[in-house]
């Protein structure tokens, strides 16, 4: 089970929460799902609002580690 908290700014007005944990539980480090994140952020922008410039998309993850414990 995997927990993190996304920091995030511009990115949910083009992404979905669900397109956001997709690419978060698909990347190998959060340092990659940022970035990834990030790039398809700008593009999503680009493509929704083509007439617009791009806001400042921003993505800091933090993912914790869930310990499990028998009883």
Known sequence: MHLF????KAIWDVLSIKEVIDII???P???SAARTLVQ???????YKYPTSKVDDCAV???RFS?????L
Request: net charge neutral; with cysteine.
């Open 40 to 46: 398809t952020a700008v593009r999503a922008w680009r």
């Open 5 to 8: 908290s996304i920091l995030a």
């Open 60 to 62: 800091v993850i933090i």
């Open 25 to 27: 539980e698909s990347a």
């Open 66 to 70: 869930v310990a499990t414990h028998e």
């Open 29 to 31: 480090a959060c340092s």
